[in-house]
């Protein structure tokens, strides 16, 4: 960490606190109707906390279109908000291999994808993530893909980085959640098995030459990695 107090000293970053996230939602956030109706559902389900925000679909979405994506990776679908948001931003022809175990999540996702008229744009693999790509890796489609986001469990989160890098073509990218873990990956007391995992994921790819990284403090952050 050395050299870094320094940065501290001389950056100010600002903390986004209910009135200034208000604000800046009042000036960027233009989310789709359908958006805001799954958004709203998913807020009255239990793990409705699951749900990425709307500047965080917003922003991915401007990404994929940026870099002109059309084969997408989706680890972790829940209801489905992150993947509605990126095949509304997806061209006629783009894909989303969108990976989950949940069934009764994932049933609120392609209501949604049905409403929105990109199902066709989706393909749901209901089995460990892990299976499904490995069976894209073993089915040639190595290097292939544009993007990949990653959003699921937590202990699996370095084999899902692992696997993406494999599918994801050079100059893709793949975006992870959650990687600033409400501020807990910061706090050394805090050892619990998903903290310590995303922990070391963090290290680890600030250290993978095989990528460029940024880090964006965004919802609960958001790590970019861009494969060389
Ligand atoms: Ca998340």
């Known amino acids: 960490?050395?050299?870094?107090?320094?940065?501290?000293?001389?950056?100010?970053?600002?903390?986004?606190?209910?009135?200034?996230?208000?604000?800046?939602?009042?000036?960027?956030?233009?989310?789709?109707?359908?958006?805001?109706?799954?958004?709203?559902e998913t807020s009255r389900h239990p793990m409705g906390i699951m749900q990425i925000a709307p500047e965080q679909g917003q922003f991915m979405a401007m990404l994929v279109k940026l870099m002109g994506a059309k084969k997408t990776i989706?680890?972790?679908?829940?209801?489905?908000?992150?993947?509605?948001?990126?095949?509304?931003?997806?061209?006629?022809?783009g894909k989303?291999?969108?990976?989950?175990?949940?069934?009764?999540?994932?049933?609120?996702?392609?209501?949604?994808?049905?409403?929105?008229?990109v199902s066709h744009k989706i393909d749901l693999h209901l089995v460990p993530a892990i299976i499904t790509l490995e069976t894209l890796i073993a089915k040639g489609q190595t290097a292939s893909f544009d993007f990949a986001f990653i959003d699921a469990d937590k202990s699996n989160y370095d084999n899902y980085y692992e696997l993406c890098l494999q599918l994801i073509r050079p100059g893709g990218l793949i975006a992870i959640d959650n990687v600033l873990w409400s501020g807990k990956v910061a706090d050394p007391e805090i050892q619990d098995n998903r903290t310590k995992k995303i922990r070391n994921l963090n290290e680890k790819i600030h250290r993978d030459d095989r990528v460029d990284v940024s880090l964006v403090p965004i919802a609960d952050g958001l790590t970019l990695a861009m494969k060389k």
Request: net charge negative.
């Open 74 to 93: 989706e680890v972790g679908v829940f209801t489905g908000y992150s993947s509605l948001a990126i095949a509304l931003a997806l061209p006629e022809d």
């Open 1 to 40: 960490m050395r050299g870094f107090e320094k940065l501290l000293m001389s950056n100010k970053n600002l903390i986004l606190d209910d009135r200034l996230y208000s604000y800046l939602s009042s000036v960027s956030v233009r989310e789709a109707e359908i958006l805001g109706s799954l958004r709203e």
């Open 96 to 117: 989303i291999v969108a990976c989950d175990v949940n069934e009764e999540y994932t049933a609120i996702a392609r209501r949604y994808w049905e409403k929105a008229g």
